[in-house]
């Protein structure tokens, strides 16, 4: 049921871009991405709600392909910031209940 | 914007004793909440979800009597970890929802038990 990231870690020098894959095998209602630095909570990213719903935040972007249950956070000129673990989080609904279950994780590391 | 309220943000007990960690929604109304669990290096695991007035539903494979959630008012749960264990160590955040997609988090808390 947890979604599956794709690196599980990557590093990268500072300017460098990244792409992070989320595959789920259960269809999707939402995807969101968070970040989370070590010893604190995750911060929210972004949230897409529909089947090829593309967003942006600054130089995070990220796609959503709903038929292929999967989404991608693509990170541009990357910056010393972008380091941490990023997660995502995808939404199950059912009849009285909804929740949040958040993929492996990837781990970041941008250098100098 | 929407704030959740963690307590505390660390504390260590002793094997044996129980723990209570508050979480709080500061300026809305949460009818459900949700409770995670984050060992070293690892992901969010779900391990319940609250719902103000009736008993909580926790997901496969964790102890609904060693964890006890409370969910009594729209703005109040609790999670209790009963007679702690060094295994129970890990990193809990709680989470509540506010609108469509909205999941916001609390600051976690960090709990050792020695």
């Known amino acids: 049921q947890q979604p599956v990231q794709s690196p599980q870690a990557v590093i990268l020098r500072e300017g460098e871009d990244a792409v992070i894959n989320c595959s789920s095998s259960k269809a999707l209602y939402s995807v969101h991405w968070y970040r989370q630095k070590h010893g604190e909570a995750p911060v929210f990213l972004m949230i897409?709600?529909?089947?090829?719903e593309q967003k942006g935040h600054e130089k995070i972007s990220a796609s959503f392909n709903e038929k292929k249950q999967q989404s991608s956070l693509y990170l541009t000129a990357s910056q010393l910031s972008y380091s941490g673990t990023y997660f995502c989080?995808?939404?199950?609904?059912?009849?009285?209940?909804?929740?949040?279950?958040f993929g492996t994780g990837t781990r970041l590391l941008v250098s100098p | 914007g929407a704030v959740v309220s963690q307590h505390p943000s660390r504390v260590i007990c002793k094997s044996g004793t129980s723990v209570k960690i508050e979480c709080r929604s500061l300026?809305?109304?949460?009818?459900?909440m949700f409770w995670y669990r984050q060992f070293p290096k690892q992901s969010l695991m779900l391990m319940a979800t609250s719902n103000e007035g009736s008993k909580a539903t926790y997901e496969q494979g964790v102890e609904k009597d060693k964890f006890l959630i409370n969910h009594a008012s729209l703005t109040l749960s609790t999670l209790t970890v009963t007679s702690a264990h060094p295994e129970d160590s890990s990193f809990y955040i709680c989470?509540?929802?506010?609108?469509?997609?909205?999941?916001?988090f609390g600051s976690g808390t960090r709990l050792t038990v020695v």
């Open positions: 897409l709600l529909k089947g090829g």
């Open positions: 989470s509540a929802i506010r609108g469509p997609g909205g999941y916001t």
């Open positions: 300026d809305f109304q949460a009818t459900t």
């Open positions: 989080g995808t939404e199950i609904r059912n009849t009285g209940f909804q929740k949040l279950v």
